[in-house]
């Protein structure tokens, strides 16, 4: 049986469009025959929102947290079931109090992993929609990932931060999850029309190309992306002839052909330092 892949999908800064690519590589993955969980894992819960489960105040992950940590059973069903083929763990803003009562948990890099053991058997991919911040919440989302996307945007002073996630990456690579790899850095809300979105391509090449992986898919600017997440569908689905939904398509072809690549991002140490 193939193993699962689990993918974070992270970075710090916020509006690079995280969000947008969780929901719409798992649906393209999907519509390849994957069989597809997504897990929210900010408390502002916009990857749930964006597919239609609104002001949602059923299980969560804060929920299977909380009991994984004090080992009690969650009888529960905390998987809600999205009509373009995929699965969602919820989240909302009780996940804010539960990151603050992690402090003094033991293992508490391990809690998030330690909830996924048994589901990993039932999907091909798992995609977890990281917070804008490199707190412990995040920290679990890497412990427990196989590799990481990093979503930037094309805009002036987008590159600023990488230096600090791959840094972080490092980090809990060398003391929390040995086998946690880059699997690539993914430009979003691309308007090649502008100097800028193509001189921020070229910085990105010029300075992390040689040590991460970029995907050869950009994820272009469009205005049916924002609006499909109004109406709780993908862009596959509600435009699903448009360039947003054909770029997360074949961004999907090369997850698949990656599978678990190991690209090698040890050498990134020299660069972030």
Known sequence: MKECEV??????????GKTTTTFNLGVALANMGKRVLLIDTDPQGDLTTCMGFNNYEGTTVATLMEHTINDVPLKDDYILHHKENIDLIPSNLDLSGLEMSLISTISR???LKNCIIDLKK???YILIDCMPSLGMITINSLACADSVIIPVQTQYLALNNMGQLLGTVNKVKKQINPELTVKGVLLTLVDERTNL?????????????????IFK?????AVKAAESSIVGK????YDKNGKVAIAYSELAKEVIENGKGR???ESTKDKVR
């Open 109 to 111: 890099e391990f809690v």
């Open 197 to 213: 979105a193509k001189e921020t391509r070229y910085q990105l090449q010029q300075s992390y190309g040689s040590v991460v992986n």
């Open 217 to 221: 898919n950009r994820i272009p600017l």
């Open 234 to 237: 993908s862009a596959l689905s």
């Open 7 to 16: 993918i974070a999908i992270a970075n710090q800064k916020g509006g690079v």
């Open 122 to 124: 039932d999907y091909d």
């Open 263 to 265: 690209f090698k991002n």
